[in-house]
């Protein structure tokens, strides 16, 4: 597995791809509205990541080039492989698939999109896997608000 520098990630593939090197790198498609326009992305699922099958010889191939930060060893390849073919397949699916960051209760999150962005609170209660219970604190008053976890981001 290749960590990468950042936004480097199709540049690496493109990369492995010319010195024949397997790589997988999981997308989703991000769609975006610009003047009207719908404009459809596709953005790495694990961001600074690129999934490799290695063939003896072959390291010295991927560290030479300007896109990798550093390469790292997976211990259990084959539950590593099954993982991300599960990942592939869920991809491949209409089912929206987002890397989801571990929000608990308790933590100290930041609103990322909507009315309330940019404002902090903590997390008081998680509700199945998308919706967190947010207590946000108003000159010595507190609130609650439920939102999409996808709308947090840890501080």
């Not at 207590?135 to 996808?150: E, N, P, T």
Request: glycine residues 6%; positive net charge; hydrophobic residues 40%.
């Amino acid at each position: 597995m290749a960590h990468t520098r950042p936004r480097r990630e199709k540049k690496l593939v493109e990369h492995c791809q010319r010195h024949g090197i397997a790589a997988t790198l999981p997308c989703y498609k991000s769609a975006h509205k610009y003047r009207g326009k719908t404009v459809v992305f596709q953005k790495p699922l694990f961001p600074g990541y690129v999934f490799l099958q290695l063939e003896p010889g072959q390291k010295d191939a991927v560290r030479q080039n300007d896109h990798v930060a550093n390469l790292l060893d997976v211990f259990d390849q084959e539950t590593l492989r099954r993982q991300l073919e599960d990942i592939l397949l869920a991809l491949e699916t209409d089912l929206e698939v987002r890397l989801a960051p571990s929000i608990g209760e308790g933590m100290r999150v930041r609103i990322k999109a909507g009315p309330l962005r940019g404002v902090e609170g903590w997390v008081e209660h998680r509700y199945g896997r998308t919706t967190v219970l947010l207590r946000l604190d108003f000159i010595s008053q507190a609130a609650a608000v439920k939102l999409d976890a996808d709308l947090l981001e840890l501080t």
